[in-house]
T-cell receptor, first 115, second 116 residues
Framework: DQQVKQNSPSLSVQEGRISILNCDYTNSMFDYFLWYKKYPAEGPTFLISISSIKDKNEDGRFTVFLNKSAKHLSLHIVPSQPGDSAVYFC??????????????FGDGTTLTVKP | EAGVAQSPRYKIIEKRQSVAFWCNPISGHATLYWYQQILGQGPKLLIQFQNNGVVDDSQLPKDRFSAERLKGVDSTLKIQPAKLEDSAVYLC??????????????FGPGTRLTVL
């Protein structure tokens, strides 16, 4: 049973346009959500996060939106740049109790930004 | 600041052989993770250490996989004997502490294992 799902394996957008990557989760105990970016032959790197007490977090061109009632989050990249082409992983944490420190990852979405 | 180091970067072995991976986390990071990432999937946690103690190894196939983190710094992950389905990228990650809210993890480049 996959608790974090990224239903779009790939996404292609034109440079300068908006990229929207989606993530759904099933475990209502998750209270922190992170996005990681991964280039080929490298490990994932942290991009942006959001606590469950917020519904939006913005960092430069990157904004993450959280809809707790729908158990859905999305990452918006505006404007998209060719250097944003990578695999994006959604991760969810339950920061309490024995699960503290663990992240559950989705399967990733490969973003391609065309010049 | 040096990142998470892993070696080797690539390894090709025959099934039933043994293999070991090494990880050196970021200095001062108390928590260390080993993940298995199969092509097309997200990282799956194998084992989590806090200093030199195991926090979670519930997903580690203990009949063939073992891991240790002596002295609470670097760590090794071993597979003995390997199976075809162990072909994957093995990622090591570290974080400052598990009690850090978002618990941002820093990943190494991974070891790509191919079992023939």
């Amino acid at each position: 049973d996959q608790q974090v799902k990224q239903n779009s394996p790939s996404l292609s957008v034109q440079e300068g346009r908006i990229s929207i990557l989606n993530c759904d989760y099933t475990n209502s105990m998750f209270d922190y959500f992170l996005w990681y970016k991964k280039y080929p032959a490298e490990g994932p790197t942290f991009l942006i996060s959001i606590s469950s007490i917020k519904d939006k977090n913005e960092d430069g061109r990157f904004t993450v939106f959280l809809n707790k009632s729908a158990k859905h989050l999305s990452l918006h990249i505006v404007p998209s740049q060719p250097g944003d082409s990578a695999v994006y992983f959604c991760a969810a944490n339950d920061t309490r109790g024995t699960n503290a420190g663990k992240s559950t990852f989705g399967d990733g979405t490969t973003l391609t930004v065309k010049p | 600041e040096a990142g998470v180091a892993q070696s080797p970067r690539y390894k090709i072995i025959e099934k039933r052989q043994s293999v070991a991976f090494w990880c050196n986390p970021i200095s001062g990071h108390a928590t260390l993770y080993w993940y298995q990432q199969i092509l097309g999937q997200g990282p799956k946690l194998l084992i989590q250490f806090q200093n030199n103690g195991v926090v979670d190894d519930s997903q580690l196939p203990k009949d063939r996989f073992s891991a240790e983190r002596l002295k609470g710094v670097d760590s090794t992950l071993k597979i003995q004997p390997a199976k075809l389905e162990d072909s994957a990228v093995y990622l090591c990650a570290s974080s400052l502490t598990i009690n850090a809210g978002k618990n941002e993890q820093f990943f190494g480049p991974g070891t790509r294992l191919t079992v023939l």
